[in-house]
């Protein structure tokens, strides 16, 4: 399985190791990673990648979305399948 | 994959409202066709209730887990007029009351189908339905009903279009909000995934998944970086998007149709809008360069915009069908509105415009007192434009009971408010009231 885990909201202290270490708990390989300030926010964007058969889509999310509460972040997951159909021939 | 191209698809859908409006399941009823009428409506339940069970939780998961807004799980079934034929009751209320609890079951936003085509002439079942259009629409919440009046190699049946007339003036006695679920048609396509004119036609498998696209943000959002550019720019980046936004469409359909285990039809490649705020096709227009929807020029331009959408989109997609075009609504599309309320768009423009894209007089208001026969006369002009030129075209007005010009009526949701429009107060009536039939038009002398 590879998502693409966005996660937009005011610039901290340690959100990419907060993130990363919630993925490395779930057993969810980084595979590249990137940062830019979208209209002013910080956008992180993450390629994950990891075992659906040990790790299910919606238990990453609600993981994901979750942390994304407690911290005061935006974050995002969403199947990689969609971008490619959409930016790739 | 680019950060960019990352942070430009997440832009479509959670600023420019890119969405699915429609995954729609049409199911073949044929087999469910019985001469006892409680007996076939059984069938159809069951029929429903099994093949489209998982319809509902797949849409839900794909937005989930793919991040798309998937904003209506609709149904599409075989013609009622032809499936209820064979039973010996008097009308086909009770169909639409099947259609209704079956899709309440199953937690579907529409059901379409309860429909007839009658381009050239009316069985038993056709009668019936249409006859029972006025009680079934009215006492039913989710059922959408269309008729077929015109076709390019039939004609216009005009004793169908003086009927329809008719029939729209009673629902709307009734309750004029249901008449957003009437529509009258010629050259009504049997793959369409959008209401209420959704059907099941005849040449189709026993069950498809058909998909329908959505998109005017970020139609508008691209046009806003051409701004001043040459015309031909503009007809290239409405193709570039239009491909990205169906391509998103033809992946949904065939993750669905996977899950559903049903074989995935077409992506109808219509801008549809929403009465939200940038999610208007009006807006494109006036982003083209028109100070106002309706202004001179307003038919060209939607000429460009929809030619481009399909160009745009048919290399994206594998099948293309149903409307596939840009729609005007006029509730349903907050720039439509505003020109309608500034008195900048009136009918006969919107008839112009109807001539270049999809689908027709759509979810218009006009005043409750309009004679039954000036709305044939407006389904009549409608028919022509489409038989003539060898397009779909469609009327879904409301004549707003109790209202007149200036006033509006409020549809709900995604269908948006109508301001009530003007109507030429000239009587066709002797010309519908002649009757008969409008014959094929000829093929040559395209002039």
Known sequence: ?89 | METKQILETIQMISEEKLDIRTITMGISLFDCIDSDGSKARQKIYDKLTTSAKDLVKVANQIEAEYGVPIVNKRISVTPISMVAAACHDDNYVAYAQTMEKAAETLGVDLIGGFSALVQKGEQSGDQKLIDSIPQALSETKRVCGSVNVGSTRAGINMDAVKQMGRVIKELAAIDPVSCMSLVVFANAVEDNPFMAGAFHGVGEADKVINVGISGPGVVKRALEKVSGAPIDKVSETIKKTAFKVTRMGQFVGNVAAKALNVPFGIVDLSLAPTPNQGDSVAEILEEIGLQSVGAPGTTAALALLNDAVKKGGVMACEHVGGLSGAFIPVSEDSGMIKAVEYGNLNLEKLEAMTAVCSVGLDMIAIPGDTPAETISGMIADEAAIGVINNKTTAVRVIPAAGKQVGDQIDFGGIFGYAPVMPVNPNSPAKFVNRGGRIPAPIHSFKN
């Open chain 1, 1 to 89: 399985m590879k998502a693409v885990i966005t996660v937009i909201g005011h610039d901290q202290v340690g959100i990419v190791a907060t993130v990363s270490q919630q993925l490395a708990e779930l057993q969810v390989n980084i595979t590249d990673i990137s940062q830019t300030l979208m209209h002013g926010e910080f956008t992180m964007m993450l390629m994950g990648e990891w075992d659906e058969n040990n790790v299910k889509f919606n238990v990453v999310q609600q993981s994901l979305t979750a942390l994304g509460q407690r911290v005061g972040l935006d974050i995002h997951i969403q199947r990689q399948e969609l971008f490619d159909a959409i930016q790739k021939l």
